[in-house]
Structures are given as C-alpha cells and as structure tokens.
C-alpha cells in the first residue's frame, strides 16, 4: 500500500494512543482534517445494506472510501470517488469496519499458565481461579496494572481491534475496584464497573454484606469512572435476586447494564438482563426456548465468547439457534487471564465460523456492527457516512479470509478516527 502525505505515528504513539476516548486523543487525531480516499478495495464492508448489496454487510466491490478528519464522508465504487488531499491504494484488498469488542477484562495482574496447562492435560488443580488474580491483582502497583492495560489494548489494535470494553472485577474492594475503573478510563471510553465477579474471601461467610458493599460503598467509589454495570449472574457466583440489586443500584446512579449470563449452567441471567434492558448478555451457552425468545423480543444483544469454550473445553454457543429466532448477536474475545486468554477478534471470528454455526458474513459483522449494537452505540461497527473512520485493511481480497484462513496475521493496515495507527 502506498503512504499518504500525512506520516502514520509511531509505534510508541500508537501505544499510547490506543483506545483511546474522543476527550483523550492524540493531537494528530483532534487536529487533522484532511481528506484521504482509500481507493481499489476489492471488497468494502459497510454493515449497511443500503450502501452496498442489500446483505447485512452491505458489501460494495471494486469500492473506495473517503475519510475527512475522523469521520467516513463518502463510500461507493472506485470509478464515483471524488477528489481528496491524500490517495490510499489498496490494491484489491479487503476493507472492512474496525473490530467492537464489547467484553474484556483487562485490568489484571499475575498470571494463570499452570491451571489453563493442568486443564488442557487433563489434570486436576486446586489453585483458586479467579481469585488468584484477584490476590495478584491487588499486590501491583498502578504502573504495571497500566502497563498490562495498554499492552493488550496495543495487541488488540494491531490485529484489527478498535473499540475495547473493558471491566473491573479483580480488585473486589472499593479502592482497588476504583483504581482499576480510574486507570480503564484512562485508556477506553468503554468501562464497566464488575465488582459483583465473584465474592471475595474475606465475605466468604457473608456473601449478603458484599452485596451491600458492591451497591453501596464501591458503587459510589466507582461510578465516576465507568458507563456500564455488570455482574457474574451464575450459581457459585450471584443469584438472581442478588444480580438484580447489584444492577438495579448500578442504575440509578446511571450506570448501563450488562450481564455475564448462562455461562456455565440454565439460571435467571438472560431473562433478568432483558427485564433490565441491558445493553448486553455475555456468553449465552445455556439457553431455554423462553430465554431465546426473551432476547429474539427485546434491545438486549447476545454477546458470544468463543475464546472461553475454546480455552475451557466447554459447550460451544448455538449462534445459529440464536440467528435464526432473530437475536441480534455479537463476537467478542473475553480476553481474561484465566478462561480466554485471547486478544484476537480475528481468531474468534474463525471460532464462531468453525464452529458456532454462523457464516463468515455473520460472523465478521456481529465483531463489527454487532459489538456496537452491544455497546448501544452507531458511530462505531459500520463505515457509513457519518461514523467514526474505523477501517482495518486485510492482507486479502475478501473479508471471509478470515475465517478461511485462521491464524493467520492478515490485518495490514488499521486507521483509528480518521488516524492510521497500523
């Protein structure tokens, strides 16, 4: 591909750029107002039929687009593009919108190989899962949680990723659930206060008091950091009655839900997340006729991780159950030290096509448009006139690449508001 005039920032600015929230970004981001045309794309994914031919990815061939400051401000075919500053030549490539990944947690320290290395042996380990991390968590310092922070967020942009979520949830006290949230934000205007992951140690024998402490103390450390609320609504997590005081107080101090639901067994967490309105129901492995049909009738998305069946062994989601009642579905990574330790969209793409049941098309548009719908956002997800210049340029000619060629590094270029970041 040949550079444009304007030179792409370096790999440190790049770095520390990541995720970075629209209030935070980078000078060459807020100050640019070129005009770039991204010309001879074999393949354009847009998410938008309309633009396109009327599938859901709304795919324009032989296409271009054309980005002024951080905004796309025109799609179609390469011969209709009109005249900008600066010319992208793609060479028959494939481009498509930059990867929503809506559920990660990212805020962590330690690390878990010998327990993901005894399961994939077949072995039994008695390490405290969860809340190893928690333990570790709590013993670093700001700087390396940060750093841990921004090199994942740096590995998730390079191979695609543009819009990350990610949560608290290994902290589990006030000031180390805030210390967590206070660095998210730092980094991703996406931030989700998970104090409600697990209960904690110290109120093993009082699980009733951390629920007090997660709605009432914590909650107010943490709010002004974080969009969203989320709790683990599973058995040996919190029940239902427990997950929907946790979420209904996260509400009113204007926090969003989202819900880590049927994961692990059936119980109440996809039919509360839809009595809730939130925005999400995160894994969705276990689900009845009435739960399918809750989520078919409702905003609530179906957020599938794939990187967790894979890394557990477990069950995978029915995606096709779901796509087929008319669920709106999204792909996203969990990426977590110790269930789905992945950062790659691309690999969970692959994943959800080999199997979960859905097409490549599916596929790459619920890690697109659909992670966007899980964040309720419209800006992000699709290249449309209007939306933020979120592009990922693919070593190939077609999007499907990435699913038929897994585990291969195909992302080659990748713009960020308008700003070539890869």
Known sequence: MRASPTPAPTADQATKDAMSSPSTASPAESASTASTVITNIAALV?????LGDDSPVGLIRDAAVVIEGDRVVWTGETSKAPATDNRVEADGRAVL????DSHSHLLFAGDRTEEFNARMSGRS???????????????????????????HLAEALRQGTTTMETKSGYGLSAEDEARALRLAAR????????????????YADDPAAYVE??????????????????????????????????????????LHPRVHANQLSYGPGVRLAVELDAASADHCTHLTDADV???????????????????????????RRLLDAGVTVALSTDC??????????????????????????EAVWSATAGGAAALRRTDIGRIVPGAYADLVL??????????????????????????RVV
């Open 46 to 50: 847009t998410n938008d039929p309309s």
């Open 125 to 151: 380990y008695s390490a405290g899962g969860i809340r190893t991390t928690v333990a570790a968590t709590r013993a670093a310092s700001d700087t390396d949680l940060e750093r841990t922070l921004v090199r």
């Open 97 to 100: 919108p930059g990867f929503v």
């Open 187 to 202: 980094h991703t205007d996406e931030v989700t206060y998970l104090g409600a992951h697990v209960v904690p140690p110290e």
């Open 336 to 361: 977590n030290p110790g269930s789905s330790f992945t950062s790659s969209v691309p690999f969970c793409v692959a994943l959800a096509v080999r199997d979960m049941g859905m097409t490549p098309d």
């Open 394 to 419: 693919l070593d190939a000619p077609s999007h499907v690449h990435l699913a038929y060629r897994p585990g291969v590094p195909l992302v080659s270029a990748v713009w960020r508001r308008g700003v």
């Open 213 to 254: 402490l997660v709605t009432g103390p914590m909650l107010d450390a943490c709010a002004p950091y974080a969009r969203w609320i989320d709790v683990f609504c599973e058995e040996g997590a919190f029940d239902g009655d427990q997950a929907r005081a946790v979420l209904s107080a996260g509400r009113e101090k204007g």
């Open 293 to 319: 049909d809750a989520l078919a009738n409702s905003r609530t998305v179906a957020t599938l991780l794939p990187g967790a069946e894979f890394s557990t062994r477990a069950a995978w989601p029915d995606a």
